[in-house]
Nanobody, 128 residues
């Protein structure tokens, strides 16, 4: 059973930065496409950014383009989400999810609400 553990969330002021990490255990990370999703209070969960198993393809929600960067280090079994220029509307619980083959393209992965494996989430709060 694949396990995903997120970390790196916290409280940050508007304009600040955070880097989230998603550590994948028990299996080889490069067998999975990974996505970051978030859910704010009273809202549906939405796709933030997704990355293919090789790391060659990425997708970003329009609301985070130019501010967030997804990357993966398969040797460390870790996927990162670098978040810069944070805004109060970025406040949410952030989750990482993993899909094994057959793979959707990263655009579709970020839209789909269901995935093979989920982490427990990490809270990000952007407030002054």
């Amino acid at each position: 059973q694949l396990q995903l553990v997120e970390s790196g969330g916290g409280l940050v002021q508007p304009g600040g930065s955070l880097r989230l990490s998603c550590v994948v255990s028990d299996f080889t990370l490069d067998a999975y496409a990974i996505g970051w999703f978030r859910q704010a209070p009273g809202k549906e969960r939405e796709g933030v950014s997704c990355i293919s198993s090789s790391g060659g393809n990425t997708n970003y929600a329009d609301s985070v383009k130019g501010r967030f960067t997804i990357s993966r280090d398969n040797a460390k079994n870790t996927v990162y989400l670098q978040m810069n220029s944070l805004k109060p509307e970025d406040t949410a619980v952030y989750y990482c999810a993993a899909d094994g083959p057959p793979f959707l393209n990263v655009q579709a992965m970020c839209i789909m609400p269901t995935h093979d494996y989920w982490g427990q989430g990490t809270q990000v709060t952007v407030s002054s």
